[in-house]
Structures are given as structure tokens and as C-alpha cells.
């Protein structure tokens, strides 16, 4: 199979089960380097079954192409050292250990690189103060917000090539949304290329440069955000009808 | 009971107390990390101290046979995973770590097979022997189950207990030993005689403890482990395998356990299913830490050790009963000082 423009992520007709039901259904999509790609949808649409089965944590059929290189049948921790990062919808850390174990496991993968490791706890710490503020605190114990920054900031520290992001703002106050996109859209300018799933398609909208509309497990809906931002469809459903 | 008697049963009872610290760790480091109740454990404690026996008297210990057969099945269990999945790129490290590695103490056991090594280097051999037994059984018998339920693990787990302990009697027959004491001198510490055996096993048991705090508040890869305990989905997002912590898990909980083989061996008969009753009673001990705190288990298998030595003095004939009894309490305990851990527990399972 000979692709011309080699996307960084290219995802053939992904089907995921559970059981009999088919959540996600012939999904197509693409994140070309060092873009930002959003996918929008409903609750329930599949978004997350859709990101878990491209990290592997769930089976799937259809091809998944990373970086040209089939990602079938390889397991979730080759994909994160080949550079593939997602920070789930549960974020899953380490709730009984301190904020600066999970940082430093986040650098796994790179454990043996010193220098790396040392320069990715600058980057993050220098990103969400909050946490070098709190490095000590057990991660259990984190507010909702600092969970999420420290979520980010574990993901960052083992350097990813593709992020995918689960909900990156959910339970967030207004103001820290912002910082969080904020965030996200300065992670471009270090080559980190992006998959975002989100519920507030706004601000996912505005911040990514290509869009697809996730509805019952298929894609109904794609473009350049620019211009979902201003489709009526995607208006009236997902930007609350103004505009 | 004189200030005099109960000064030798707390002596006496520490020193138990510090076998079966190390045993306790163990079981939960294993448990934490896997899942599994690695109910064999105290099997592993017999198996050195018996293969010790057997070195000491000049025969070729039956656990020679046990690791290389062990080996050798879970070198064809990796082979054909990999040659399944078409990894063949894994196969030379899956041929060291399984076909080289485990069989190289069994090869020097067959080796020096009637010249006599030194004392020291028979204790050496003995729990290099062990050391392979734990991360083996895993490979062969947990791995292939990795996301089963803990009941399912716990059940795999009972049943290579016997199979282990069936095979000890294959081995060292049905008879007890005693191995060489490491040292006979005896101190007087204000009135108590002290063996110079009872302070190593305390010494021993205080030094395991501390190295394997160190290791998981230290390197990473303590760290690793930890984090697989945690969160195990969390730690493959970043990049852990389980598989390798799991097995780095089962090879210091193995050496726990032949350390504190090596330990009891001189101060107790052993014999081929002794194992089960001490690792039953480091059991109680981890229970006291909710087979997750390190600190509390260590604190809890001293006090098993404690009771059972004042329990003997009291009656010997139900002193097991007292050390068992004592899980009663400790139940209602853990159940009412942490009915918030109910959550995390249903995510284990
Ligand atoms: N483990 C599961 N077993 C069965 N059905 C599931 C399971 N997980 C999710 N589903 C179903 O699959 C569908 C897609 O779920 P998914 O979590 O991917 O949605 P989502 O788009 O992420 O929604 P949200 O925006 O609410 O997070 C839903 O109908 C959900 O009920
Ligand atoms: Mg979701």
C-alpha cells in the first residue's frame, strides 16, 4: 500500500466491538505531522472507544497506520515508545504516589537518558507551576484541575510524537480551559502532533486545524475547523446555536 | 511467667517474627504487583533450606531437576508466543532469560557435584537455586492468565502449592533436616542468652527490609513496580510492562524467600511441607497490612512471631490455633479502620 502525502497517523476503516455492539464503525481519519485534529461528537459517540483502540487498549478491526508502519498486533508499550501517548478519559494515575513519581514515570520510556529526563521536568514544571508546587503530594489527592494538569504533564514527559488527548478540559472552570488549550496549541510549536477528543467543540474547534464529527460510531462530518466552525449543522449541535 | 521467661519467648518471638517479615513482604510485593496470592511461598522458604541440607551432606539436591524442567517449559511456552505473533526478533533475549539464565545454578550445582565447597558457597548455591523458582512458575503458570480474576489466580496459586510441595517430597523425602548453624556463638545481653543465629536472622531480615525500601523509594524501577501495583493500566500508558515488573516481582520475592529458608534451617527442622504452615503465618502478618502497606506487614509478621512464642509457652499444643485466631480480630479491624479502600479493591478484581 503506497500512500503519496505519509500522514503521521492514517486510520483505515477502524471497527471496534464490545460483544455484539459495534461502537465505533468504519472510522477513516488522518493526523498529518504536527497538526492538531479534533474529533467532536455527542456523548456516547465512540470518541473514547475510538482513542483506546488506536492505543491498543482494546481490540479493533481495519488498519492503523503510525509513521508508515502498520500499528496490528503490536502492544500498548511498543506504541508509547514509538512515541504514541494518550492520556485517558480516566486519566489513570498513580494515585498513591507523589506528583514527581508519576512526572518521572511519564519519562519511562526515556528513563535511561538523564539529560532527558532532567529537561522534560523543566518543561513541565515550567508549563504548570501547580505542580512543581505540589511535586510532593500525593497525586490522589490532587484537586480536579491539578489531576488534569498532572495527566498533561505526564504525558509530555515521555517526549510523544502523536498526543491524544481524552476530554482534555472536562470538569475544568472556564479560566483553566483556556490555559489548557492554551497549552495544547503551544505543544505544536515542539513538533508534537495531536489528537484531541472533546466535548467543548468550541474551544476543540478553534484550536485545531482539521475537525471530523464523530455521530453513532461513524463519521458524519469533516474539514478544516475553520470551516466546521461555521457550519450550520455543526453550529445548531455542537456551538449551542449561535454564531 | 517471670520477666526472665518472657524476655527469652520475646527473643525467641522476634526471631521468628523476622522470617516471616521477610516471607510477608514478599507475598504482598507479589501481590500488589501481580495480583496473585502466591500461595507457594513458604514452599520456596523449605525448598532452600532443604537444597541447603542436601548441598551440606553431599547430594545433588532434586531442585536441580525442578529449575531446569521448569525452564525448559517456559522456554517452549516463549518461544511459541513469539514465534506465534511473528516476533522472531525476541527470540535470543527469550533463549537468555529462559534457556541460560534459570539453568546456570543448576549446571554449577551438577558441576561441583563431589568436591566440597565451602559453607559459604553452598548457601550461595542454595539460594541460587531457589532464585529461579518463583519467576519460572509465574511465566508458566500465571502469565498465560494475566487478566484473570484474583479468585482464578488464587486457585492456580493453591494448586501449584501442591504440586511444589508434592515434589518436595519427591525430592528430599519424607524425613526432616537441619542445616549447619551459620554461627554457634552465644551472647548474654543483660541475663537474655542471644544465639549469634537469632541476632543474623534479626540483622538479615532488618537489612532485606531496608533494601527493598530503598529500591522502591530509590530507582526507577522500584518505582515501576509500584506503579504497577497502582494503577496497571496507567503504568502501560507510560510504557511499564507488566510482564517484566510481574517477573521482577517474583525474583526479589524469591529471594526473600531463600533467604529466609537459609535462616530458619538451622534453628528448625524442615521438612518437605513445612513451608505451607510458615507462609500461612507471614500470611496473618500480611493481612495485618492489607496486603498493601510494607511498614504495617513487617510490624504484623513481627507480632505473629511474638504470639506464636508466647502462645507455645502457654499451651504448644494449640499454639497454631492462638496465631490463626488472631486473624479474627485483625479482620474486624481492617474492615472498620478502611471501609473506604472498598472501591479500589472491586477495580483490582
Ligand atoms: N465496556 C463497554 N461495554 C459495553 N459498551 C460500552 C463499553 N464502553 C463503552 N460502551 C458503549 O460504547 C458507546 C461509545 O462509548 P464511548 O465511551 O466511546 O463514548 P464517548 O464518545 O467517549 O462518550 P463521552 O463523550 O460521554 O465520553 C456507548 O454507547 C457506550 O455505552
Ligand atoms: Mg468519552
Redesign the interface.
Known amino acids: 500500500m503506497i500512500q503519496l502525502p505519509q500522514y503521521l497517523l492514517d486510520v483505515c476503516r477502524l471497527s471496534v466491538s464490545y460483544g455484539k455492539v459495534e461502537a465505533v464503525r468504519d472510522v477513516s481519519l488522518h493526523v498529518d505531522r504536527g497538526q492538531i485534529v479534533t474529533i467532536i461528537g455527542p456523548n456516547g459517540a465512540g470518541k473514547t472507544t475510538l482513542l483506546s483502540a488506536l ?1 491498543g ?1 482494546l481490540p479493533s478491526h481495519g488498519e492503523v497506520f503510525y509513521d508508515g508502519a502498520a500499528l496490528a ?1 503490536t ?3 511498543d506504541r ?2 514509538r512515541g504514541l ?2 492520556v ?1 478519559e480516566k ?7 507523589p506528583v514527581a ?1 508519576n512526572l ?3 519519562a ?2 526515556r ?1 535511561h537518558d538523564a539529560a532527558h529526563v532532567r529537561r522534560s521536568f523543566e518543561l513541565v514544571y515550567d508549563r504548570f507551576p501547580r505542580l512543581k508546587e505540589r511535586r510532593g503530594q500525593l497525586a490522589g489527592t490532587l484537586s480536579g484541575g491539578e489531576r488534569q494538569m498532572l495527566a498533561l504533564g ?1 504525558a509530555l514527559m ?1 517526549e510523544p510524537r502523536l498526543l491524544m488527548l481524552d476530554e482534555p478540559s472536562l470538569g475544568l472552570a472556564p479560566l483553566i480551559v483556556r490555559e489548557i488549550f492554551q497549552i495544547i496549541s503551544s505543544l505544536r510549536e515542539l513538533g508534537v502532533s495531536i489528537l484531541l477528543v472533546e466535548q467543548n467543540a468550541r474551544a476543540a474547534l478553534e484550536t485545531a486545524d482539521y475537525g471530523y464529527v464523530l455521530e453513532t460510531g461513524e463519521i458524519s462530518l469533516e474539514g478544516k475547523a475553520s470551516d466546521l466552525i461555521h457550519d450550520a449543522r455543526v453550529t445548531a449541535t455542537y456551538l449551542g446555536g449561535h454564531d | 511467667m517471670d520477666i526472665q521467661i518472657a524476655s527469652i519467648l520475646a527473643v525467641d518471638g522476634i526471631a521468628t517474627g523476622a522470617i516471616y517479615v521477610l516471607i510477608a513482604l514478599g507475598t504482598v510485593l507479589i501481590f500488589s504487583v501481580t495480583r496473585v496470592m502466591f500461595v507457594p511461598f513458604g514452599d520456596l522458604a523449605a525448598y532452600s533450606a532443604l537444597t541447603l541440607a542436601m548441598l551440606q551432606t553431599g547430594q545433588l539436591p532434586g531442585t536441580v531437576m525442578l529449575v531446569s524442567v521448569l525452564a525448559g517449559i517456559a522456554l517452549l511456552m516463549e518461544l511459541t508466543s513469539h514465534l506465534r ?2 516476533k522472531a526478533a525476541k527470540i535470543p533475549k527469550a533463549i537468555l532469560y529462559y534457556g541460560i539464565l534459570p539453568v546456570l545454578p543448576p549446571l554449577i550445582a551438577w558441576l561441583s557435584q563431589g568436591t566440597v565447597l565451602p559453607f559459604w558457597a553452598q548457601m550461595l548455591l542454595a539460594l541460587a537455586l531457589v532464585l529461579p523458582i518463583a519467576p519460572l512458575l509465574d511465566r508458566i503458570a500465571f502469565r498465560p492468565l494475566a487478566d484473570a480474576s484474583v479468585l482464578v489466580l488464587l486457585i492456580v496459586a493453591v494448586a501449584v502449592h501442591f504440586a511444589i510441595s508434592g515434589l518436595a517430597l519427591l525430592f528430599f523425602g519424607p524425613e526432616g533436616y537441619r542445616t549447619e548453624p551459620i554461627s554457634r556463638a552465644i551472647f548474654d545481653v543483660g541475663g537474655v542468652i542471644v544465639s549469634a543465629q537469632t541476632l543474623l536472622v534479626v540483622l538479615a531480615a532488618a537489612a532485606f527490609s531496608g533494601l527493598l525500601y530503598l529500591y522502591f523509594e530509590r530507582t ?1 524501577s522500584g ?2 513496580l ?2 504497577t501495583s ?2 496497571r ?9 507488566p510482564q517484566v515488573t510481574g517477573t521482577i516481582a517474583y525474583l526479589l520475592g524469591g529471594l526473600l524467600g531463600g533467604v529466609s529458608g537459609l535462616l530458619i534451617g538451622p534453628v528448625a527442622t524442615l521438612y518437605y511441607d513445612s513451608g505451607f504452615l510458615i507462609g500461612l503465618k507471614a500470611f496473618v502478618g500480611a493481612v495485618v497490612g492489607g496486603l498493601a502497606s510494607y511498614p504495617l506487614t513487617a510490624l504484623g509478621a513481627i507480632a505473629v512471631g511474638l504470639l506464636e512464642s508466647f502462645a507455645s509457652f502457654w499451651s504448644s499444643q494449640i499454639k497454631e490455633t492462638i496465631v490463626f485466631s488472631a486473624l479474627i480480630p485483625i479482620l474486624i479491624w481492617r474492615s472498620l479502620a478502611a471501609p473506604q479502600h472498598e472501591e479500589e479493591e472491586e477495580d483490582i478484581a
Do not use: H, Q, W
Not at chain 1, 486519566?91 to 504516589?97: N, P, S
Not at chain 2, 493500566?233 to 510492562?241: E, H, K, S
Open positions: 492505543m487498549t498486533g502492544e500498548i508499550e508509547v515508545e501517548c494518550l485517558p486519566r489513570e494515575l498513580f494515585a498513591d504516589m513519581d518521572l514515570l511519564g519511562y520510556t528513563r505526564r515521555g | 505473533a511473528g526507577i518505582k515501576a509500584k506503579a497502582s494503577n493500566l496507567g503504568a502501560r500508558l507510560v510504557g511499564i510492562r
